[in-house]
């Protein structure tokens, strides 16, 4: 079930702020160590002046979680519209997701950084919503030719292992974009199937 703010972002533009802020602080600290305080400070607000907009910190992080999964969603369709080959087409939408992940979004960022079962109360929330951007990924891995016999669910968990994975490595202005990474990966996928 979403979470939504307490009041709609059209009465209070505040919470596009307090937003940005949190997917920011959750990116950066993780969600543990970030506090309704740090929050409230980055927005130059008081403290108790959030909870006007979110009953609880769980309820923030819903909310980022939300967007970040919008933002994926999103970024991908676009890049795969114009695709219609199913390779070009996965490649196409690890490129979108590593675009994101890596150059545009602290919202993608707390997707990868917090782990649902990091957050007791709100974990199925979270998981509903991770499955949800999964989706995609099981709809363009569904659409290639692989031998039979190919799993593959593990598959897509592989790749996107492997796409969440390079946030810890990627290294801006480096010898690869995320657009040539993806290549690569969708290059050394679709080599072993055919090995």
Known sequence: MPVKAL?????????????????????????????????????DMLPGSLYYHFAAKEDLLVAVYEAGVRQLVDNMRAAIREESDPWARLEAGCAAHLETLLRQSDYAQVLVRVLPADVG?????????????????????GALLLPPGTDRGVLRLMLLGALNWSRFWFAEGGRDTPRSLARKFVHLLRETQHA
């Not at 307090?18 to 305080?37: I, N, P």
């Open 7 to 43: 009041k709609s972002t059209r009465s209070d533009n505040r919470v596009t702020a307090v937003l940005d802020a949190a997917a920011r602080l959750f990116a950066v600290k993780g969600y543990s160590a970030t506090t309704m305080r740090d929050i409230a400070e980055a927005c």
């Open 121 to 141: 109360h709100a974990a199925a929330r979270l998981k509903a919503l991770r499955a949800e951007y999964e989706r995609s990924f099981r709809d363009l891995v």
